[in-house]
């Protein structure tokens, strides 16, 4: 999926891209939830996740040690 890129209005709103509510199955009413992780931004559709680590690794293609950004995740939430 390509990079897509939205502004935040005065209010400090966003709208979720087309392709992005299509890949996500997004509905009009559906929470999302959005996380922070080493400063990058991950939103997801409010459902139970079965393997977290192996979805944020498909997602982005950068040189990361998932086992690490696990354990420093989960420090940062304890």
Do not use: C, Y
């Amino acid at each position: 999926m390509k990079v897509e890129e939205t502004r935040v209005t005065s209010k400090h709103q966003t709208t979720i891209p087309k392709n992005v509510r299509k890949h996500l199955k997004v509905q009009p009413g559906q929470s999302v939830r959005w996380h922070v992780v080493k400063e990058m931004v991950v939103v997801d559709v409010h459902k139970k996740m079965p393997n977290p680590v192996k979805f944020l690794t498909s997602q982005v293609k950068l040189d990361l040690d998932a086992v690490k950004l696990v354990k420093e995740t989960r420090q940062e939430f304890s």
